[in-house]
């Protein structure tokens, strides 16, 4: 396979990732009525798999620097396969948290090889620009997933078909990853201990994942709760305010895919210094546009616009800062971003639910949220402009 038949699969990898991932919300309903249990309590799969995201990164260095990212690429889909199994056939509640936590733990082996593939090849800008079109993707499955929930229920009357729908294109994966040549395979030896001695004593490594962290919690508590905010805000149905989730889906890919032309006259450090200010005044849009349903969907996709670069950005820019542990850099962000999922958008439902009937308190929280990482990456962006570390 060669290197353009290698980057059309990898996005395509992601637009499958973007699908498995998304259709878990609209597929709630089925899987509480399939294990006879309430919403909030099949709600946790969420947990779960954010739980699975974070158990990736030891797995992923361990198992990973064994199997190589050849290895890494057959298994990952197989395990996604798994995952979504489940959850079409699953009806005890156990099982379905394991099939939550197989998506997570599928999910991030597939995005932490890819990510690491590509992130590394030639110069900081177009690798950065590579990763930012590659994540791209993501958005686009995104949008596409809950499409085959709704269908799965016009057909059936339930949303078992989607899952089977998601692990089919997931299976093509596993066989491309089989037939590409320019996939490194078994690498020759572990990890030195010495690398990740090095990276765990960088406190530039330390700051990057804690940034990833508070965005990555930023933008699911975001996608999770615009909805509602944009229901309460601009008095809308529920139906109307749903669209502003689109918005979003849409707007974070289409920045995401047109990021090379800013990176074109910023450098990656600067951007995502401009990225969280852009994400800063669609919240604010959203907060003043109070009963107006065009101007919270607006500010849903300046927000989109806002936050779509970002995390690819991120991961760029520590494959750049330590190319001598590229896969372990890429992993840890990986998961460091689930920890900020798991907190994040349950404080900002707190608010939602505690304070105004606008819900505005909510986006308050992310305001707050949204300063602290521009001040973070504000202070830290001295110790980037440094020379990537040598081999």
Do not use: K
């Not at 944009?230 to 502003?244: I, K, V, W």
């Amino acid at each position: 396979m060669r290197a353009p038949a290698l980057f059309a699969l990898a996005c395509y990898a992601f637009v499958s990732l973007g699908i498995s991932a998304a259709l878990l919300g609209p597929l709630l309903p089925t899987l509480s009525q399939r294990a006879d249990v309430g919403l909030e309590q099949i709600g946790v799969i969420f947990t779960w798999m954010s739980l699975g995201y974070i158990l990736s990164a030891p797995l992923i260095n361990t198992v990973g620097a064994h199997i190589g990212a050849r290895g890494m690429l057959i298994i990952s889909p197989l395990v996604v396969i798994s995952s979504m199994a489940m959850l079409a056939l699953s009806t005890r509640l156990e099982l379905l948290f394991l099939g939550g936590c197989l998506l997570g733990l599928g999910q991030s082996g597939t995005q932490v090889a890819y990510n690491a593939l590509f992130g590394a090849r030639s110069g900081e800008r177009s690798d950065t620009a590579r990763l930012n079109r590659l994540n791209a993707f993501f958005g686009l499955g995104a949008l596409i997933g809950p499409l085959f929930v709704s269908a799965s229920y016009v057909l059936v009357g339930d949303g078992r078909l989607a899952p089977w729908i998601a692990a089919a294109m997931a299976l093509p994966l596993t066989v491309g990853a089989i037939a590409a040549r320019e996939i490194p395979g078994r690498p020759g030896a572990a990890p030195a201990g010495h690398d990740a001695r090095r990276l765990l004593a960088s406190p530039v490594a330390w700051a990057l994942c804690l940034v990833m962290a508070l965005y990555v919690g930023c933008e699911v508590a975001f996608s999770g709760w615009t909805a509602e905010f944009t229901r309460r805000a601009a008095g809308t149905s529920a139906a109307q305010a749903a669209t502003a989730v689109s918005v979003f889906w849409a707007a974070l890919a289409f920045s995401r895919y047109f990021a090379p032309l800013a990176l074109m006259r910023f450098s990656p450090a600067q951007l995502i210094g401009i990225l969280f200010s852009v994400s800063l005044v669609g919240l604010i849009v959203m907060l003043i546009a109070q009963q107006v349903s065009a101007a919270a969907w607006l500010g849903a996709a300046v927000v989109g616009i806002g936050l779509g670069p970002i995390y690819p950005t991120l991961v760029a820019i520590g494959i750049q800062q330590f190319p001598f542990a590229a896969r372990m850099i890429t992993s840890a962000l990986t998961s460091v971003g689930a920890v900020g999922a798991l907190f994040i958008p349950a404080l900002t439902g707190v608010a939602m639910e505690s304070g105004a009937a606008a819900g505005t308190e909510a986006w308050l929280l992310l305001v707050g949220v949204l300063l602290i990482m521009l001040t973070l990456w504000s202070t830290m962006r001295r110790g980037l402009r440094l020379e990537p570390a040598s081999r």
